[in-house]
């Protein structure tokens, strides 16, 4: 027979289970809490501004002065039919914006997408503003006089495709 009496039975045990499995959730809260923070990959673009420069028989443009919030999280440069360099960023409100910088008219207007609304001043340039594509991307365009052309474009908001518009300066 057991000398085992309930009566005799304390909550200690009870407790440091309850203390473990508490310790146990409190430490996965806080992984899981870490893994949320949203970390985009930045990119420097610099070089390839630079390598653009020396290729194109055209002006190459480059974002100066973008608010906090702005991450250039892609850079691609090509050169089939044309030169061209794009450039992508993550927007301030989470949104996709890229610059295309090309000396080809159908790469423009490729990247261009959506049926032409009218003209925005930006930056000091004259820019066609691009209803949205089957993606739901706008567009704003600029033609210089030189054959180069700058395409902004992406899921952000005109306001935010602007303020990248206006932020390219000639290098």
């Not at 673009?45 to 991450?71: K, S």
């Not at 892609?74 to 610059?99: C, I, L, R």
């Not at 700058?150 to 908001?157: K, N, Q, R």
Request: net charge negative; no cysteine.
């Amino acid at each position: 027979m057991s000398t085992y009496n309930r009566s005799q039975a304390t909550m200690g045990p009870m407790v440091l289970a309850m203390a473990i499995l508490v310790g146990v959730l409190l430490l996965m809260a806080m992984v899981v809490k870490w893994r949320t923070v949203e970390h985009i990959p930045s990119v420097d673009y610099a070089p390839q501004a630079e390598a653009m420069e020396r290729e194109a028989d055209f002006p190459v443009y480059a974002p100066e002065g973008l608010p906090e919030g702005w991450v250039p999280t892609s850079t691609n440069m090509g050169a089939d039919g044309g030169t061209t360099w794009t450039v992508g960023f993550a927007t301030p409100s989470d949104m996709h914006a890229e610059y295309l910088i090309t000396g080809d008219a159908e790469a423009a207007e490729a990247a261009a997408g959506g049926a032409a609304e009218g003209t925005v001043e930006a930056g000091g340039l004259e820019w066609e503003r691009r209803g949205a594509d089957s993606d739901g991307d706008r567009a704003l365009v600029h033609e210089g006089e030189d054959g180069g052309f700058l395409v902004v474009s992406g899921s952000a908001d005109e306001e935010e495709l602007e303020r990248l518009a206006a932020s390219l300066q000639e290098r």
